[in-house]
């Protein structure tokens, strides 16, 4: 019977870590909402969204700092200045511990700056808080440690990839 208890902890701790991955990837795709066409516009950012994936008690730790929900909800209005961002994050490193959970995660962002208009590559390390909640597992800390931040030439930010400039220029055509 203990063998069969056993069973029953592993299999709802490998169901955690995934609802915490996908948690992940909401916040992530959350964050980048739609890229602007433009990048003298910002993106939309649904920011309601990305907010519910918090506690009430949440805090922020790391590019901005901030504490609750309310804050968090301003912090993610304003980063919509950015025409581009998007969240690619890799290596999950999830512990469990009954209704709380850690993870730990290589972050690495291509963006747009917001007053440049620079092409640029934002790297650094997520370590993140979670609690299991009556709605399922929330975002208690998000903490971002960038290891740099540097401009990455013209590329994404001078051209985009669907331009049918960058088309002709390398070979593509519409299908």
């Known amino acids: 019977m203990s063998g069969a208890r056993t ?10 870590i995934e609802e915490i991955k996908r948690l992940k990837a909401r916040y992530c795709f959350g964050c980048d909402g739609v890229a602007s066409q433009d990048v003298n516009r910002g993106r939309y950012v649904d920011y309601e969204m990305v907010t519910s994936l918090f506690t009430e008690d ?7 700092r901030c504490e609750g929900r309310d804050a968090i909800r301003e912090y993610y209005k304003a980063i919509q200045r950015l025409p581009m961002a998007i969240h690619c994050i890799a ?38 808080e979670f609690a299991r909640t009556s709605e399922g597992w929330k975002i208690r800390k998000l903490g971002f440690t ?12 001078a051209m985009r990839f669907f331009d049918p400039a960058y088309q002709m220029r390398f070979g593509r055509s519409e299908r």
């Open 58 to 64: 949440a805090r922020l730790e790391g590019v901005g």
């Open 7 to 16: 069973l029953e902890r592993k299999i709802q701790e490998l169901l955690d």
């Open 91 to 128: 290596t999950p490193l999830i512990e469990i511990n009954g209704d709380t959970a850690t993870g730990k995660w290589h972050g690495i962002i291509p963006l747009i700056t917001a007053d440049e208009k620079v092409a640029a590559w934002l790297v650094g390390i997520y370590e993140d």
């Open 146 to 157: 960038p290891h740099f931040h540097t401009p990455a030439g013209e590329s994404w930010a």
